[in-house]
């Protein structure tokens, strides 16, 4: 830990664990939080929450640089977004390895996701100059009618722990290239990461003689989140976690007239169908499935695989499961590492349960490892005969339900009646079928892929779901416009002063 800190440049984890404008700010009324290392359930520090006294300094201090920040040309705040892109290439390394410490995740998923910040970064810089509006032709005669873009003013940033620095960049890159300042609350599981990346961009801050551009609140969701979700002076609140806490986020932020973003739950699927390439298929599969041991909101957790071609695939699937090495995330070689807690191992087990109950068998897994560690699991088919409740339902941990269709239209039904949204895949050589799937009849998602799976969505596109996914977008595209306020403008620059639809006032 201690390397991985002095790599980062970081001399110590301030016991003062909230950075706003005017630095790193020591409560001694802060409560501790601990951060405990996944693999080995041991503690790896401990850090000081926000208080009530913290959080009012914070926002207020945010809402002031907004002031300034917004009046900066655009190019010149993608300059800042720019420098802390080239920051993160220099230390992509230590920071990477620390998300796997405090996450989980193994290590090549780390440096994946700094390279995921760096990424958007660089996307950011280029849409800082080209923030467009539309102008568009007036019925009256001298006139001009077009349309801008205004930053929103301080936004809230709530995240979750499968992507502890990656969600935070997609939302604060773009948003501060809008003008917008930006006040964090990340999952109480990785404050130490958060950590890292405050003390990373206060010295880019710092370097451009700005401030109070990026704020870190470190805090329970009951107390600092649920705060920001009411706070009137946070004008949109982008919320990364499950459709429960979903649910009570945008009715807190409705209920002040307020904007929500939405990333929430995914249970998402890959129709495989009789003319698939299986090789590619399974390889896919497992990566959707495996990856981050099943804890991301983009993993695959359904396969509905044609009758013809389930054996082979099932048979496929368990040898390739054979083989997924489990164990420290920090080793080479290991694909697979720890759940995040202790919560999330049993959760596993209860849903394993009720999917038994409901018919389904277990083909492969379905154990917990004691001999690497209280978190750590075995990655788990089960043959489920139908869809069950629990079918329906998000379980964050590597299991996978394998259901068999007999044609096309029964496979999109099987697939769309989930209640979440989020990242579907087909896996098909017939044309006809692959645009069936992206069709107005196909894939309700918000994300849909021919032969790719449901997870790893790049940068240039915009992310997010539709249904209980919650409707939000992050990332790329147009998705900058939701950290604006539009605008549309009429100049008249003529000497009369004629009405819309032709209507006469007086002489």
């Not at 800042?80 to 405090?102: S, Y």
Request: hydrophobic share 40%; proline share 4%; glycine share 12%.
């Amino acid at each position: 830990m201690k390397s991985l800190l002095e790599k980062l440049g970081i001399k110590e984890i301030n016991p003062g664990a909230c950075s706003g404008p005017d630095g790193w700010i020591k409560d001694p009324q802060g409560e501790a939080l601990v951060s405990y290392n996944p693999t080995t359930g041991e503690p790896i520090a401990k850090v000081i929450q926000a208080t009530d006294k913290n959080y009012e300094l914070i926002v207020s201090q945010a809402m002031e640089a907004f002031k300034t920040w917004r009046m900066i040309p655009a190019p010149k705040r993608g300059l800042v977004i720019r420098d802390f892109a080239q920051a993160l290439r220099e230390v992509k390394e230590p920071l990477g390895e620390l998300v796997t410490l405090e996450m989980g995740k193994i290590r090549v998923e780390g440096l994946g996701e700094v390279q995921e910040m760096i990424d958007i970064c660089d996307f950011a810089v280029g849409l800082s100059r080209q923030l467009y509006g539309l102008t568009m032709h007036s019925e009256r005669p001298g006139h001009r009618m077009y349309e801008q873009w205004h930053p929103l003013g301080p936004i809230g940033v709530i995240t979750a722990f499968n992507f502890p620095v990656a969600v935070w960049s997609w939302n604060a890159a773009i948003a501060s290239v809008c003008g917008d300042t930006v006040l964090w609350k990340p999952s109480s599981e990785t404050p130490l990461t958060a950590v890292a990346v405050q003390h990373i961009v206060n010295r880019i801050m710092a370097d451009h003689g700005i401030k109070g551009i990026f704020n870190l609140l470190i805090g329970s969701g009951s107390v600092i989140g649920s705060k920001m979700i009411g706070d009137r002076r946070l004008p949109l609140i982008s919320f990364t976690g499950s459709t429960q806490m979903g649910r009570k986020v945008a009715e807190g932020v409705a209920r002040r007239l307020g904007r929500a973003i939405l990333e929430l739950g995914g249970n998402n699927a890959i129709i495989v169908a009789e003319d698939a390439d299986l090789e590619m298929a399974v390889r896919s599969i497992l990566f959707g499935a495996v990856g981050t041991a099943g804890q991301r909101c983009t993993s695959t957790r359904r396969i509905i695989m044609h009758r013809s071609i389930s054996k082979e695939l099932t048979e496929r699937l368990r040898q390739a499961y054979a083989q997924v090495r489990i164990g420290n995330p920090m080793e080479d070689g290991i694909l697979m590492g720890p759940l995040v807690t202790k919560g999330a191992v049993d959760e596993m087990m209860a849903a394993l349960e009720k999917a038994k109950e409901d018919g389904g068998e277990i083909i492969f897994g379905g154990n917990r490892i004691p001999s690497l560690g209280e978190r750590f699991v075995e990655p788990t088919l089960v043959k489920m005969k139908v869809q069950s409740e629990i079918v329906h339902q998000e379980t964050f941990a590597p299991i996978l339900y394998l259901i068999e269709y007999e044609d096309l239209e029964e496979a999109i039904r099987i697939h769309n009646e989930v209640p979440q949204g989020l990242s579907s895949a087909i896996f098909t050589l017939n044309l006809r079928t692959a645009e069936r799937f992206l069709s107005h009849e196909g894939s309700d998602c918000g994300i849909a892929n021919v032969n790719i799976g449901t997870s790893g969505a790049e940068i240039g596109g915009a992310f997010g779901g539709e249904k209980e996914t919650g409707g939000g977008r992050e990332s790329g595209s147009d998705a900058w416009k939701g950290y604006m306020r539009r605008q549309t403008n009429t100049i008249n620059w003529s000497t009369e002063l004629p009405l819309a639809q032709g209507i006469k006032f007086g002489d």
